[in-house]
C-alpha cells in the first residue's frame, strides 16, 4: 500500500537565497534528513554560535576558509548524528546535507579555493584536529594549531544555557552530582585501571539540573569520585545565585559525595542550600539550624 502524504513539501529555515526543502522525490538522497531539525533549534537558540565564542582564534582570517563557528558546528552536528570518529570526515566533508547544517553558502564546494578542495565543502578530519588539540598557551605565533579553548567560558556557557532556557527564576532546583567511567581504549595521557569498573577509563564529574547539563568535568580514574566537586559546585552556585538570587538549591548524590569541605560550604555561605546524601537529607534554614530527616524516596 503507498504512503499516504498530506503534504509532498516541507519548508525549512532558508540558507541565504537558497531555499531548504524536505520533498519525496528525486535528488540527492540522505538518510540524515532529520539533522534538519537540529538546525532549526540552532537557529532559534544560538547555542552553538555562542560555544564558538568560547574560542580564541589567532589564525590569519584572510588565509582561512572554514570559521570557528563553522567547525564547532561541523563537529557537534556530526557527533549528533552519530559519527564520532575524526576519520568519518574524510566522506562527511562532501556532504552538502552537512554543509547546510554548518552554514556553507557554497554546499557542493566547487567554489574552493584549492582544486583539490573542490566538491568537498567543510573541513577535513585534520583541520578538526587541530581545533581539538590546540594547546591552551597557543597563539599566533604558534605553528599550526592556533584556535584556543577557554575552558572557563565553556564551562559557563552550560550555565547559562540553562539560565536562557528558563527566563523565569525557578524557585527551587536540584542539582545531581556523579561520575561514572569513560573506557579508554589506548594509550591516552592520564590512563588508568579502575577496579571498580574492571577496565582502564576516565573518571568524569557531572552536575545535572534535571536533564540540563551543567558539567561535565574530565579527570582521570585514580582518584575519588567527588575530588573537585566542591570547587566546581561553589562557582555554579555563585553563578546561578546572580540571576536567581531567592531561588533554593538541593545538592544531591550518593554518600560519597558528601565530603567535609561541602558540607563546610552549605553551613558557612549558602543559605536556603541544601544537601541530598543516600537517605538522609541535611538543610541549611534560613536561621541558620542545621536540620535532618530520613528520606525512602531518593
Same mark, same amino acid.
Given at each position: ?6 503534504? *509532498? ?15 519525496? &522525490? ?6 540524515? %534528513?532529520?539533522? !534538519?531539525?537540529? *538546525?532549526?533549534?540552532? @537557529?532559534?537558540?544560538?547555542? !552553538?554560535?555562542?560555544? @564558538? ?14 570559521? =570557528?563557528?563553522?567547525? +564547532?558546528? $561541523?563537529?557537534?552536528? @556530526? ?13 562527511? /566533508? %562532501? &556532504?552538502?546535507?552537512?554543509? =547546510? ?15 583539490? &578542495? ?11 584536529? *587541530? ?23 565553556? %564551562? ?16 527551587? +532546583? ?13 594509550? $591516552? ?31 582521570? @580514574? ?9 570547587? $566546581?559546585? %561553589?562557582? +555554579? ?22 565530603? /567535609? ?17 543516600? $537517605? ?8 541558620? /539550624? ?9
Amino acid at each position: 500500500m503507498a504512503t499516504e502524504c498530506s503534504s *509532498r513539501r516541507f519548508g525549512f529555515q532558508p540558507l541565504g537565497s537558497r531555499e531548504v526543502t524536505a520533498r519525496f &522525490d528525486g535528488g540527492t538522497i540522505t538518510s540524515d %534528513a532529520g539533522a !534538519l531539525l537540529l *538546525r532549526e533549534v540552532e @537557529a532559534k537558540t544560538g547555542l !552553538l554560535a555562542d560555544l @564558538a565564542r568560547c574560542f580564541e582564534d589567532f589564525r590569519n582570517p584572510k588565509l582561512i576558509e572554514h570559521t =570557528t563557528e563553522e567547525l +564547532i558546528k $561541523q563537529r557537534v552536528f @556530526a557527533l549528533a548524528l552519530g559519527y564520532e570518529d575524526l576519520n568519518d570526515h574524510d566522506q562527511l /566533508r %562532501a &556532504d552538502p546535507l552537512l554543509a =547546510t547544517l554548518v552554514g556553507k553558502r557554497d554546499v557542493t564546494g566547487e567554489n574552493r579555493q584549492e582544486l583539490h &578542495d573542490r566538491g568537498k565543502p567543510l573541513a577535513g578530519k585534520s583541520t578538526l584536529n *587541530r581545533l581539538e588539540l590546540t594547546p591552551p598557551r597557543a597563539n599566533a605565533k604558534s605553528r599550526y594549531k592556533k584556535v584556543v579553548a577557554r575552558e572557563q567560558k565553556i %564551562a559557563t556557557w552550560f550555565v547559562e544555557a540553562f539560565l536562557r532556557l528558563n527566563p523565569t527564576p525557578l524557585e527551587e +532546583i536540584v542539582l545531581d552530582l556523579d561520575a561514572t567511567d569513560d573506557p579508554i581504549h589506548g594509550h $591516552q595521557a592520564g590512563r588508568f585501571f579502575h577496579g571498580y569498573y574492571d577496565s582502564y577509563c576516565y573518571l568524569p564529574l557531572y552536575i545535572f539540573c534535571g536533564e540540563h547539563l551543567l558539567l561535565a568535568k574530565l579527570r582521570p @580514574a585514580k582518584i575519588d569520585a567527588s575530588a573537585g566537586s566542591v570547587k $566546581q559546585v %561553589a562557582w +555554579i552556585v555563585a553563578y546561578i545565585r546572580e540571576r536567581w538570587p531567592s531561588v533554593r538549591i538541593i545538592l544531591r548524590g550518593d554518600s560519597g559525595f558528601l565530603p /567535609r569541605e561541602l558540607d563546610g560550604l552549605v553551613r558557612a555561605k549558602q543559605r536556603g542550600l541544601s544537601v541530598r546524601a543516600g $537517605q538522609e537529607q541535611a538543610t541549611l534554614e534560613d536561621s541558620g /539550624r542545621r536540620t535532618a530527616r530520613s528520606r525512602t524516596d531518593l
